[in-house]
């Protein structure tokens, strides 16, 4: 099972309507069992749903789609596409902030995997801006996907949870308690 998060840099009806970009995408997303793309704007839903009918043609794929997020008129949705005979979504979550850090909030979704070693699996991607975050750069510009109940060697646990804890002190100072309000 492969897991990608992609910036498509605002996907609307123009990039989906246009051929060459359109199957660049469907190759993109092909490769993987879950995408989460980025800035998508398609308030209408047309876009995603024409692009969901194309990229079936190769291998069926399930949407689900945030509301639109942002503030004022720039306003952005997450749009995950994954492998129903791979993955069940089993939750979804749109993050509420109670201050006003986030530009626009995470949209969570939990999976099961059956047939994985990651039998749980929950996906909250995080849009930052280098200007909006006063974290470690290294971070900063990234997509944080947060893995629970996974079982797999000591060693990738390790490394997941020094990720985790650089990730959460560098976003803790600017991005509130996105993760401990809802998870833990």
């Not at 989460?36 to 789609?65: I, Q, R, W």
């Amino acid at each position: 099972m492969k897991i990608a998060a992609f910036n498509v840099k605002r996907l609307g009806w123009k990039k989906v309507n246009n051929a060459d970009v359109r199957n660049n995408l469907i190759k993109i997303v092909s490769r993987y069992s879950v995408v989460v793309l980025l800035e998508v704007m398609d308030k209408s839903g047309k876009a995603m749903n024409m692009f969901l009918t194309e990229l079936n043609k190769n291998h069926p794929y399930l949407m689900e789609c945030s509301e639109s997020l942002g503030r004022r008129t720039h306003r952005e949705k997450f749009v995950y596409f994954y492998r129903g005979d791979e993955v069940k979504m089993i939750k979804s979550y749109q993050y509420e902030e109670r201050t006003d850090v986030l530009a626009r909030e995470p949209y969570i979704l939990q999976f099961e995997c059956p047939n994985t070693v990651v039998q749980n699996l929950v996906l909250i991607p995080v849009h930052t801006k280098p200007r909006g975050c006063r974290g470690s750069k290294r971070w900063r510009n990234y997509v944080v996907f947060v893995l629970m109940n996974v079982i797999l060697s000591l060693f990738v646990v390790f490394a997941l949870h020094q990720l985790l804890r650089e990730i959460s002190v560098s976003l803790a100072a600017k991005c509130s308690t996105l993760f401990t309000s809802y998870f833990f």
